[in-house]
């Protein structure tokens, strides 16, 4: 009992200390000016460049209250949100949501949605019954969903054949999306060749995937051109996932010696995911390794072709604060 108490004191004056150092930040409009500097970069090489941001809902109001008022400034960066959990899995995967926190995340959504943005949801879910729910009560909220039957987004599930919303449209623009396949962890298929031909047998409207295969090798321009071909015959876009709010340790920039406070905007290990690190999100030197120069991880998404960004880790301010 002792050695708890003593660990107990450690981290609240670990966290005492977190908040001392930056007394004045607001964290959650340091992570909407990230975001928009990654949007107002990004559109100066591809007008058209689409960024969606995962979680963090509450950066669209600018109190980060139900009843606050928009940021408006933040809402024009990005062109969708996603949200994980929504309608299954915030706390076990494969259960139901509770209504009061299903209610607390629409209250945002609905805000962000009837701006114009499209809402892509993530739920966690392996059960067909719970599937097809889930598809269901998002597209009767006015959301594009995904049920992941695989929390670690590393396969394509085989239900529901055919997919939600199937369609042989050609996909310009996000707010024409039916249905979109969230496949970041390509770690089941051997090569990228079997990525490819298993991702273009099928039929979804939208791909988020990695820029990397199996965390070393780059997607080149002509395998992502390949990527965005639907079997029958239509279109989907190609969307590209990137951690803003945590430093990934098998990423291309991880440098030798590097762990909390070395380099000093690097902050604790993320405990349910080895590897991943908080980071001083608001810091310039992260922020270069993120976008704004050619060696950055925003343009080597844009020199492959893709046609936006998901940017995950949205959530980092909540850490902070």
Not at 248 to 275: F, H, I, M, T, V
Request: charged fraction near 20%.
């Amino acid at each position: 009992m002792r050695k708890f108490i003593f660990s107990l004191a450690i981290i609240v004056s670990v966290i005492s200390c977190k908040r001392d150092d930056y007394p004045d930040l607001n964290y959650k409009q340091e992570m909407r000016n990230f975001v928009i500097g990654i949007s107002e970069y990004s559109r100066t090489i591809k007008t058209d460049f689409i960024i969606i941001p995962q979680n963090g809902i509450e950066l669209v109001t600018i109190n980060g209250e139900e009843t606050g008022s928009l940021a408006n400034s933040y809402l024009s960066a990005i062109d969708g949100n996603g949200q994980e959990d929504l309608f299954y899995g915030y706390d076990n995967d494969d259960q139901a949501t509770s209504t009061e926190d299903n209610t607390y995340l629409r209250t945002f959504l609905d805000k962000t949605k009837n701006s114009g943005h499209t809402i892509l949801v993530t739920d966690y879910c392996s059960t067909f019954s719970k599937m097809a729910n889930s598809y269901t009560q998002n597209n009767t909220s006015g959301y594009v969903s995904f049920a992941a039957n695989h929390r670690e987004l590393d396969n394509i599930p085989g239900y529901p054949s055919p997919i939600y919303g199937v369609n042989n449209s050609i996909i310009t623009s996000l707010s024409q999306i039916k249905n979109f396949l969230y496949l970041i962890n390509p770690q089941n298929y051997t090569s990228k060749t079997d990525f490819i031909n298993a991702v273009t047998s099928t039929n979804y409207d939208l791909l988020i995937m990695d820029l990397y295969f199996n965390e070393t090798t780059e997607f080149t321009t002509g395998e992502i051109t390949q990527l965005k071909n639907k079997a029958n015959g239509g279109k989907r876009l190609v969307i590209s996932y990137m951690s803003i709010g945590e430093a990934e340790d098998y990423r291309y920039y991880w440098q030798s010696g590097w762990k909390p406070g070395k380099p000093s905007w690097l902050d604790d290990e993320n405990p349910d995911w080895a590897g991943n690190f908080k980071v001083r999100y608001w810091e310039p030197e992260w922020q270069k390794i993120i976008f704004g120069n050619d060696d950055s991880y925003t343009k080597k998404i844009l020199n492959a072709g893709f046609d936006g960004v998901y940017l995950d880790i949205i959530d980092a301010f909540e850490y902070f604060e």
